[in-house]
Nanobody, 126 residues
Framework: QVQLVESGGGLVQAGGSLRLSCVAS????????VAWFRQAPGKEREFVAA??????????YYADTLRDRFTISRDNAKTTVFLQMNSLKLEDTAVYYC?????????????????WGQGTQVTVSS
């Protein structure tokens, strides 16, 4: 089965930027959708962004409250999906997960994704 691995999390000051990476171990992600979710303590996992992988140009989707600050993208070889986070706020503190499905539709709920990474912690400080 697909193994997703996130990296790039850490401690950052409010207003700063961070770029997360998601890699599917041992394979190119050539179909379906890769999404980012996040989960803060005591809260449910929430949708952040998603990108379609099959075609040359990936369609992107965002949570409405994040689209002005976050950008999802992929490398040209489709080996890595990135989440660029700018103007970070305290409320962005969470564990960030990448997830995948084999259906070419950018669902926004966790139960539509079969493959998950272990998560990477993002902590925004004042």
């Amino acid at each position: 089965q697909v193994q997703l691995v996130e990296s790039g999390g850490g401690l950052v000051q409010a207003g700063g930027s961070l770029r997360l990476s998601c890699v599917a171990s041992g394979r190119t992600i050539s179909k379906g959708v890769v999404a980012w979710f996040r989960q803060a303590p005591g809260k449910e996992r929430e949708f952040v962004a998603a990108i379609r992988m099959r075609w040359h140009g990936g369609n992107t989707y965002y949570a409405d409250t994040l689209r002005d600050r976050f950008t999802i993208s992929r490398d040209n070889a489709k080996t890595t999906v990135f989440l660029q986070m700018n103007s970070l706020k305290l409320e962005d503190t969470a564990v960030y997960y990448c997830a995948g499905n084999d259906a070419d539709y950018a669902y926004r709920t966790t139960n539509e994704y079969a493959y998950w990474g272990q998560g990477t912690q993002v902590t925004v400080s004042s």
